[in-house]
């Protein structure tokens, strides 16, 4: 299955008995959306709605951290997910959050993930069905298991400062990264973690809401400096858009590719961090 599908493959597919399909679209809090409801009013048939806002550590400081393996495993058994699932995961985010989704399911152990390519709104605009209400889920096993490897914490981000082992490349808006517009979470700092580089996530998609070509995605990053032979760590501002960073360069077969998943949202709250911006002092 390839990490990338596309309507017309998941039409086809959806009949199989080891395919599970999921809506994991999530929104900001000033977009208004309740992304629940929405899924309630229609969705793909057969799809679970994985809800991202609870699959976090409500004991951590930071928005969205990554949950515990046993936390994970076990609201996917609740969503149907087993091991050996074949997992097609959608949104309908404008921070296309399937991505966030699939970078969890591949770190807590999950091994055949793709992303719809274009999600929930190419689904609807080739005209093929949605179905509304709850969906029933026959509980399936996932083993708990956890891979930090592909994990940076703050520490880690301080030590990269003075070593330049590993590129970071920041997915905000090319104006939060240069501190000309200030950050939407209040207490923040402006601007980025020196020696960082910026492409904003949205930078990845064409018109439609679709995943560049690959020839056009290792293009969009060697054109604001990234080597891509030499190992990248994602971030963002809460560690939600590095992932779409992170499944771009791994359909490009990329695959040393890391996520600080504080991102900002920690970086920017400690005044002890070394920040840097284009606004003048």
């Known amino acids: 299955m390839d990490s990338l599908v596309t309507g017309e493959w998941l039409a086809n597919e959806m009949a199989a008995c080891d395919l599970r399909i999921v809506d994991a679209s999530y929104h900001l809090p000033d977009a208004g959306r309740d992304a629940r409801a929405e899924y309630a009013a229609g969705h793909i048939p057969g799809a679970a709605f994985m809800d991202l806002a609870d699959l976090v550590d409500p004991t951590?400081?930071?928005?969205?951290?990554?949950?515990?393996?046993?936390?994970?495993?076990?609201?996917?058994?609740?969503?149907?997910?087993?091991?050996?699932?074949?997992?097609?995961?959608?949104?309908?985010?404008?921070?296309?959050?399937?991505?966030?989704?699939?970078?969890?399911?591949?770190?807590?152990?999950?091994?055949?993930?793709?992303?719809?390519?274009?999600?929930?709104?190419?689904?609807?605009?080739?005209?093929?069905?949605?179905?509304?209400?709850?969906?029933?889920?026959?509980?399936?096993?996932?083993?708990?298991?956890?891979?930090?490897?592909?994990?940076?914490?703050?520490?880690?981000?301080?030590?990269?400062?003075?070593?330049?082992?590993?590129?970071?490349?920041?997915?905000?808006?090319?104006?939060?990264?240069?501190?000309?517009?200030?950050?939407?979470?209040?207490?923040?700092?402006?601007?980025?973690?020196?020696?960082?580089?910026?492409?904003?996530?949205?930078?990845?998609?064409?018109?439609?809401?679709?995943?560049?070509?690959?020839?056009?995605?290792?293009?969009?990053?060697?054109?604001v400096g990234v080597d891509l032979s030499r190992p990248i760590i994602a971030t963002c501002g809460s560690g939600m858009t590095a992932c779409v960073l992170a499944f771009a360069l791994h359909l490009i077969g990329k695959e040393d590719v890391s996520l600080y998943d504080g991102s900002w949202a920690e970086w920017g709250a400690d005044p002890a961090t070394p920040k840097a911006s284009s606004v003048p002092a």
């Open 60 to 223: 951590a400081a930071c928005d969205n951290t990554l949950p515990s393996a046993e936390k994970f495993a076990a609201r996917m058994r609740e969503l149907g997910l087993g091991d050996g699932s074949r997992i097609v995961l959608y949104d309908d985010s404008a921070i296309k959050t399937s991505a966030r989704a699939w970078f969890m399911l591949r770190m807590f152990g999950a091994n055949y993930v793709s992303v719809l390519d274009g999600g929930l709104a190419r689904w609807k605009a080739e005209g093929r069905p949605l179905v509304s209400g709850p969906q029933v889920q026959r509980h399936r096993h996932f083993t708990p298991w956890q891979n930090d490897r592909r994990l940076r914490d703050k520490q880690a981000m301080l030590a990269n400062l003075a070593s330049r082992a590993e590129q970071v490349v920041d997915a905000r808006s090319a104006a939060r990264f240069s501190g000309v517009t200030p950050e939407p979470r209040p207490g923040l700092a402006a601007g980025h973690i020196p020696g960082a580089l910026n492409l904003s996530y949205s930078a990845l998609f064409d018109a439609e809401g679709r995943y560049l070509p690959k020839p056009a995605i290792r293009a969009a990053f060697e054109g």
